[in-house]
């Protein structure tokens, strides 16, 4: 269920916007396309005006019902701590966010739950800019590094956090690996992130690839993995206790794409603030938003969420044996 949007206005922003996104598409090439896309959009504010300190989707309820945009993604975070059973966790409990973007989860993590929290994102303008956000006295602190190849030691963390961050991963069996790597014998991994339609059991047709491929080019995505996929490479870890558990948030999640273009129109004193080229650049994105919500509204794309906790016993992890349990 979608809050009432006018079709003419979105109709009018798509044929305004689809130029631009057709003439700048910003295809992954490497973590570095990432980094600078995150570096551009932190260091000019309009993300952060607009979406506030969460950079990902918010949660209206099941069913959804209406909600305001920025308290949608400060529940989501909340929903997501008690589905991973992180409300039952003691205070001091310490957690890695993985792609902690500005910080907004790392702050309510530490301060509503009470966790050492630290943060970690490829972009150094957004670590520069969480810690300019995060109050003193809050128990929340940012680095600068890569989920693929984490520098913190085997079984640093009793929960490992990650929202949203999977699409940018060019190798999915490594961040599966390296954050469990990093949880403590009987730690949490909890992730949510967008995934595809599993398409070993159904392949997309051609309009289908051809829509799925946009989404890729657009927001520097090297590809997506199913909730199945993912499911079983963190399963080939070996480090998983029993199975990993699942859930869909895709109904949950859907009204945040209408909702993040109608904040445009909402709040037209964006305009005024970021200029003619900050408004240039925001359209830009319609199209792919409106994509976006036609690839989760169709079933093409899923929201999935992952649960899983680590063993209690594991061989050490030497990079030779960590290779061949990824090949395997």
């Known amino acids: 269920m979608d809050l009432y949007y006018p079709l003419g206005f979105l109709l009018i922003l798509l044929a305004i916007g689809i130029t631009l996104y057709l003439i700048t598409p910003r295809r992954y090439q490497s973590s570095n396309t990432v980094a600078k896309s995150y570096d551009e959009w932190t260091q000019d504010g309009i993300l952060e005006f607009y979406w506030g300190k969460h950079i990902h989707l918010g949660h209206y309820g099941s ?3 209406k909600k305001d945009f920025l308290t949608a993604k400060s529940d989501f975070v909340d929903e997501m701590a008690k589905w991973g059973g992180l409300d039952q966790l003691p205070h001091g409990t310490t957690i890695l966010d993985v792609g902690c973007g500005i910080g907004g989860s790392s702050c309510i993590l530490a301060k509503d739950y009470g966790f050492d ?3 970690i994102t490829i972009s150094s303008q957004q670590v520069k800019r969480a810690q300019e956000l995060t109050p ?9 590094d890569d989920a693929l190849a984490l520098s913190f030691p085997d079984n640093s963390f009793d929960v490992v ?3 949203e961050a999977g699409p940018h991963m060019v190798d999915k069996a490594k961040y599966a690996q390296e954050m469990m790597r990093v949880l403590k014998p009987g730690g949490l991994l909890i992730v949510a992130d967008w995934n595809q339609r599993d398409d070993r059991q159904k392949s997309f047709n051609f309009w289908e690839r051809l829509v799925m491929r946009q989404l890729l080019d657009q927001w520097s995505h090297p590809a997506f993995s199913s909730i199945e996929e993912f499911s079983e490479l963190l399963a080939e870890t070996r480090l998983v206790e029993g199975q990993v558990t699942t859930a869909d948030w895709t109904r949950e999640t859907l009204p945040s794409w209408f909702d ?9 004193e964006g305009l005024f603030r970021f ?3 900050g408004f240039i650049k925001s359209l830009r994105e319609v199209p792919t938003l409106l994509l976006m919500r036609l690839a989760f509204g169709r079933g093409l794309c899923r929201f999935g969420m992952f649960r899983a906790v680590k063993v209690n016993s594991c061989p050490e992890l030497t990079e030779a044996n960590t290779e061949k349990i990824i090949q395997t």
């Open 161 to 163: 956090w990650s929202i």
């Open 117 to 119: 929290v630290t943060g």
């Open 136 to 144: 003193k006295g809050i128990n929340a602190k940012f680095k600068v």
């Open 275 to 277: 200029g003619l080229s």
């Open 63 to 65: 069913p959804p019902r």
């Open 260 to 268: 993040s273009i109608w904040q445009g129109v909402v709040r037209p």
